[in-house]
């Protein structure tokens, strides 16, 4: 399989985490911060034209294929340079563009041919994450000859925010009915791979798939609660009660915080930037989170997942891809769901990979896919 030009080059690729701990990527982000503020006093103080220091260097040549010049230049820049602070609002956006669904505008990213020989695969991810996650795993299956697709969930990532109560109340069914809208307007009419990640919204991506049996080929499921014995990470208890909910929600680090969390790894700060981008930009996306994780029930959610996914009531493959170094959901929890429907699920451990195997080890990921699909 030819490696992808975004895994090979300096555009996002490889693993994008980091051996760390937070106190020393703190004190990395604190160093940044003081080399801005003594360029700003040197500015003041000199008598050298301001135009000569902030003008930001003309884009050099992009050296990958995938990315226009700009965005090139904005994807490997140091986030100490002045470029970097005026183009955030560029980063994490690969394959990605706008699609409008029913009442809503989505973010949907898409690589590969329409005709690619190999069939279509569907990314989903979790809460509190975004469809970035899936960036490099994209781009190395395309090579290997899919057409993919991967947006993200409305109230989350880039796509529309809607206020809850005008028209969109974040329930199960609505996610799952804007999603059957979406793979109308994407033109999705034959069955499909589905790979599936995460918490909540992740768990919806798995009940729609037991409400949708007929358009899933086979189903490729990454670190996600499986069985009633499944943990609940503490930010979605934090969420559901009153005011501290609230506060919680508003936290503009809370994405990359959980990320790392579960994981043996720290997100490299540019990796970090595009997971905290929707939450700086307004309070929208926190409320979206708010709302979903208050009316999941997810005893509910994982009782019918159990259940669904179990030998007496599903036959089609399932590739368990599981990260061994995940902090929330433990391999016990994939191996007692493995136990339900021993024919129907393959239980490949990803050594070294935590909570979000696709963005700690793609590489692996890509391996385990590629065999299974």
């Not at 090579?143 to 109230?155: K, L, M, N, R, S």
């Amino acid at each position: 399989m030819a490696r992808s030009a975004v895994s090979a080059g300096g555009c996002g690729g490889g693993r994008d985490r980091e051996p760390g701990t937070r106190q020393s990527r703190r004190a990395a982000r604190t160093g940044v911060v003081r080399r801005r503020r003594r360029r700003k006093r040197t500015s003041r103080g000199s008598t050298r034209s301001v135009s000569s220091r902030t003008t930001p260097p003309a884009a050099a040549p992009s050296s990958c294929p995938r990315f226009p010049p700009r965005m090139a230049m904005s994807a490997r820049c140091s986030t100490d340079s002045p470029c970097c602070v005026q183009r955030i609002e560029d980063k994490g956006r690969e394959y990605g563009s706008y699609v409008r669904s029913g009442d809503f505008r989505w973010f949907v990213r898409e690589i590969g041919s329409s005709d690619a020989r190999r069939g279509t695969i569907v990314f989903l991810h979790g809460a509190p994450t975004q469809s970035f996650s899936y960036r490099v795993v994209m781009a190395q299956m395309a090579d290997a000859g899919y057409h993919c697709f991967a947006p993200d969930w409305i109230g989350f990532g880039f796509s529309e925010m809607p206020q809850p109560g005008y028209g969109f109340d974040f329930k199960e069914e609505e996610f799952h009915k804007a999603f059957d809208d979406l793979l109308g307007t994407l033109n999705i009419t034959e069955p499909f791979f589905l790979v599936v990640q995460g918490f909540l919204v992740g768990s919806y991506g798995l009940t729609w798939a037991l409400n949708n049996s007929s358009k899933v080929l086979k189903l490729a499921i990454l670190n996600s609660p499986l069985t009633v014995s499944s943990p609940v990470p503490g930010l979605f208890q934090q969420l559901k009660w009153p005011l501290v909910g609230e506060f919680t929600c508003q936290n503009a680090v809370l994405a990359e915080r959980f990320i790392e969390a579960g994981s043996a790894y720290v997100l490299k700060l540019e990796k970090a930037d595009v997971y905290r981008l929707p939450y700086l930009s307004s309070g929208a996306p926190g409320f979206a989170l708010l709302e979903a994780a208050r009316k999941v029930n997810f005893q509910d959610v994982l009782r019918r997942i159990s259940a669904g996914f179990s030998s007496s009531s599903w036959e089609k493959p399932i590739l368990l891809a599981w990260g061994i170094s995940d902090k929330y959901l433990p391999l016990s929890i994939a191996e007692e769901f493995k136990k339900a429907n021993p024919n129907a699920v393959k239980l490949e451990a990803i050594e070294g990979a935590g909570h979000m195997p696709q963005e700690d080890w793609p590489e692996k990921v890509v391996k385990a896919l590629v065999s299974f699909l």
